[in-house]
């Protein structure tokens, strides 16, 4: 515990713990929201395309039989026939028969994709886009002064947070002062389940929130530790009574507790925790791509951070910050400032 407060700010000290007065969450509505429902669906697809074009480029031949991509259909996530998906996109994928009698049909990769791959695989290769890997990986692994993050865990968000396939030997190796793979490969399975990415050095200049940049740019007075108030949309046609409203401006003017800070001792029924929480759900979806991820990924994490139900909480009564999309069969967390129109309107973390 002294470890804990040594980093917390003065003032979170000293201030009596703010809990809850009587305020129905229950009742708060989660109203649809067609744009981000839209930007959630407009990529329905795009994850099992790229997993079947990255199977197809692994292969010396540059193609696959079709029983070998229908063999692979969970695990590329593909969600209907292999055959039917396959064909819905012929700008991408390039049925053919090789010579011989009974050989049954392969697939290729269109040459407009295969030049994209090629442009695709300069921007990997390039200083800058390492560099940004890199930041997020380090940011994240800083977040709640966690300091370590398992490799299944970071493998079920590598997607959202832009990393390449092969993160563990083209990124990590190339910054030693930032992190690190530790622990023992599981040779009997020949998985990475044992596996984790450790934080080697701390950065301060990396310890700053998005929403604290943002606040300084706003306000020059400002110092950590103050209070900062989160932007909120909400669904249109969202109401709320006054005794929610008040709960909500009052929330707001509460301190704000960096998210790399580890306040999980704070008490999981007060307001300060549940702002903390918030700011650490807020700073982890700012580091995704897109500004949003699947709520079952975002919850592993919070799992290994400690604050798995704090997170889940704090999805449920906060909907003007967090959008759950329920588009895709399973359920998407989107941050609703990062969009406008159901377009992502801030690419940049």
């Not at 990393?163 to 998985?191: A, H, M, Q, W």
């Not at 791509?289 to 592993?300: N, Q, R």
Request: proline share 6%; with cysteine.
């Amino acid at each position: 515990m002294q470890f804990l407060l040594r980093y917390l700010p003065k003032h979170c000290l000293l201030r009596r713990p703010h809990h809850r007065g009587f305020v129905d969450f229950a009742a708060i509505k989660h109203l649809r929201d067609r744009g981000l429902d839209h930007a959630v669906q407009r990529e329905k697809h795009l994850k099992p395309m790229l997993n079947i074009k990255n199977l197809i480029k692994s292969e010396p031949a540059k193609s696959l039989p079709l029983s070998v991509i229908t063999q692979h259909k969970d695990s590329l996530e593909i969600p209907s026939r292999p055959i039917e998906f396959i064909r819905k996109y012929p700008s991408i994928f390039e049925e053919f028969l090789p010579g011989g009698i009974g050989v049954h049909p392969h697939v290729k990769l269109t040459q407009q994709v295969l030049d994209l791959d090629a442009e695709e695989q300069l921007v990997y290769q390039s200083e800058s886009y390492r560099q940004d890997i890199a930041d997020r990986l380090l940011k994240l692994l800083m977040i709640s002064r966690i300091n370590k993050i398992p490799l299944k865990i970071l493998d079920d968000i590598k997607w959202d947070l832009g990393l390449p396939e092969d993160y563990t030997k083209s990124i990590v190796p190339e910054f030693p002062d930032c992190f690190r793979v530790i622990g023992n490969k599981n040779l009997s399975s020949g998985l990475d389940s044992d596996l984790e990415l450790e934080l080697v050095c701390w950065s301060n200049e990396f310890a700053i929130s998005f929403i604290e940049k943002k606040a300084t740019r706003g306000k020059m007075d400002y110092k950590k530790g103050m209070p900062i108030a989160f932007p909120m949309h909400f669904s249109k046609g969202f109401e709320m009574d006054k005794q929610l409203k008040k709960w909500f401006d009052d929330w707001q003017k509460l301190p704000y507790i960096s998210p790399y800070e580890n306040a999980t001792h704070l008490g999981p029924s007060t307001d300060e925790s549940d702002k903390w929480t918030v700011g650490v759900l807020h700073e982890i979806i700012r580091l995704f791509v897109s500004k949003k991820v699947e709520k079952d990924a975002l919850l592993c994490l919070g799992e290994w951070l400690g604050i798995r139900s704090r997170l889940k909480r704090a999805l449920l009564h906060h909907p003007g910050i967090f959008y759950l999309s329920s588009k895709l069969g399973t359920y998407t967390v989107v941050l609703r400032e990062a969009y406008k129109r159901g377009l992502l309107i801030e690419r940049i973390h």
